[in-house]
Nanobody
């Protein structure tokens, strides 16, 4: 079992920055692959960024060059640094973990509780 606990999100103006965090506890073998997803009202959940235990990353085209996924050295905390935020980044953001390499596909077994990010124009 893996537990994921997310930090609060927030509200910023377009062009601003936010950092999300997700604390991981439990079976570390089941959290080898981790990702950030988001879901806006009326839209499907989409993969934003993902990372494996070796530090390899993958990003959605819509966030490349603006968002950065990372983990601390102990692999206890997952981060998503979001810069140059746009109104279209407004969504509920979720962290996810699994021992299978789903990367940006929403098939992860373990999910955080979600946190709201709102970007105003």
């Amino acid at each position: 079992q893996v537990q994921l606990r997310q930090s609060r999100g927030g509200s910023v103006q377009a062009g601003g920055s936010l950092r999300l965090s997700c604390v991981v506890s439990g079976d570390t073998y089941s959290s080898v692959y981790m990702g950030w997803f988001r879901q806006a009202p009326g839209k499907e959940r989409e993969g934003v960024a993902s990372i494996d235990s070796d530090g390899s990353t993958s990003y959605a085209d819509s966030v490349k060059g603006r968002f950065t996924i990372s983990q601390d050295n102990a692999k206890v905390t997952l981060y998503l640094q979001m810069n140059s935020l746009k109104p279209e980044d407004t969504a509920m953001y979720y962290c996810a973990a699994d021992r299978i390499a789903y990367w940006l596909l929403p098939y992860y077994k373990y999910w955080g509780q979600g946190t709201q990010v709102t970007v105003s124009s």
